[in-house]
């Protein structure tokens, strides 16, 4: 199983085999640089942690720069972990640099990323309520959100709301992760994936890519 952090550049089209006009998301993913391993001798687990995009050390902290150092490499703008199996083998060592090449052959992936912030959201918008009437006496209450009476009484717990209430609130901004993503084409020159179907986020923003989990269908057919 291969994982690289990289960043959303947008979408576009191809065209298949077939000739149907299928629609793509481009991914730059990588060089990822291993910044620490972790075993299960220092830290209780396995794992590789990888860091992606330079960034200026005025921007970031004296401990993220001191374990930047500690791997040869400059401080990174995007860092996560790739936690491992207890008996898997560890290839790396930090200051290796993944590509895009850990995926050859690789046909499915599954994508991590944070979806777009809508902000405040009414519960029409944010949970595709159908809203009122527009005629036969409604007034001014089209995109209410309804009685809250019978959700009201959580017996034991006071008089407030029962968890899961459907209201307004904050709508996006959260990890949403896509699964059995096709694998189109991979660009080493340039160190591009190009997936079949949309990714959560917008153009510019971080995902993690990994092998698929499962081998289901893939998304979009």
């Known amino acids: 199983m291969a994982m690289l952090l990289g960043k959303k550049v947008g979408m576009t089209r191809v065209y298949d085999e077939a000739g149907r006009l299928i629609p793509v998301t481009v991914i730059q993913a990588g060089p990822c640089t291993v910044t620490q391993i972790k075993t299960s001798e220092t830290d209780g687990y396995n794992a590789i942690q ?15 720069i001191g374990h930047a150092r500690k791997a040869s490499t400059d401080p990174k703008k995007f860092v996560r972990e790739w936690r491992l199996s207890g008996d898997a083998k560890l290839e790396y060592q930090p200051g290796d640099s993944l590509t895009v090449a850990v995926f050859a052959g690789t ?9 777009k912030g809508k902000g405040f959201a009414g519960p029409m918008k944010r949970y595709g309520f159908k809203g009122f009437p527009a005629s036969h006496g409604t007034e001014r209450k089209h995109r209410a959100p309804g009685s809250i009476a019978a959700r009201a009484m959580n017996a034991g717990m006071g008089g407030g709301l029962k968890r899961g209430k459907h209201m307004g609130g904050h709508m996006g901004d959260a990890r949403v992760t896509t699964k059995n993503h096709v694998l189109v084409a991979v660009d080493e020159e340039r160190n591009l ?19 698929a989990k499962s081998l289901g269908s893939a998304s979009g057919t």
Do not use: H, M, N, W
């Open 50 to 64: 990888l860091g992606f995009e330079d960034v200026k050390p005025s921007r970031r902290t004296q401990p993220a």
């Open 193 to 211: 994936l190009v997936v079949k179907g949309t990714v959560p986020g917008p153009a510019g923003g971080y995902c993690i890519v990994k092998t």
């Open 107 to 115: 046909k499915l992936v599954d994508i991590i990323g944070t979806s």
